[in-house]
């Protein structure tokens, strides 16, 4: 970030700030307030390497985990694409240790503004919906709450 560090300053002072991406999780109630699930704080310049299968996925794949386990690190920017799992957490109280609460796949890519320009992607399954292409999610016909449910 380039700004001036006070009003009368003449030059400006450039910081510079690790790359973080956060995720955050959370339910979607209907007829009531939605509830926090769990958070992913990757920094993409020293990422845990993420798992293939959701099974492997555990809290000592953090870079910060509990038993000080060592973690292989890659870097977006190296790899410029990764794909895999990645454990959420939920740290309420930094008292009581981290507990697992969420699992999450995510494909990450880094692209030249040339590159993005010719590859446009919509916001969710809005249009454009290519690069990558979003499916509708596949949920059951029926439900099994009596509010919704066909067979009342």
């Known amino acids: 970030f380039k700004k001036k560090e006070h009003f009368f300053s003449i ?3 450039e910081e510079k700030h ?3 991406f956060c995720v955050q999780i959370w339910d ?3 007829f009531q307030s939605d509830d926090f699930l769990g ?3 990757l920094n993409l310049n020293r990422m845990p390497k993420p798992s293939k299968f959701a099974k492997a996925v555990s809290l000592d794949d953090l870079i910060d985990n509990d038993k000080g386990k060592e973690v292989q690190v890659v870097s977006l920017f190296d790899q410029k694409n990764i794909k895999g799992w990645w454990p959420c957490y939920c740290d309420y109280d930094p008292s009581i240790p981290r507990e ?3 699992k999450v796949e ?3 890519e ?4 040339e590159d993005a320009e010719a590859k446009p992607a919509g916001r969710a399954r809005d249009e454009p919906n290519e690069n990558p292409r979003l499916k509708p999610p596949d949920r059951p016909a029926t439900s099994f709450s009596w509010f919704t449910s066909p067979w009342k």
């Open 11 to 13: 030059d400006k002072h």
């Open 18 to 20: 690790d790359a973080v």
């Open 28 to 30: 979607n109630d209907i």
């Open 39 to 41: 958070v992913l704080e």
């Open 100 to 102: 697992l609460t969420g």
């Open 106 to 108: 995510m494909e990450l």
């Open 110 to 113: 880094v692209l030249t503004k």
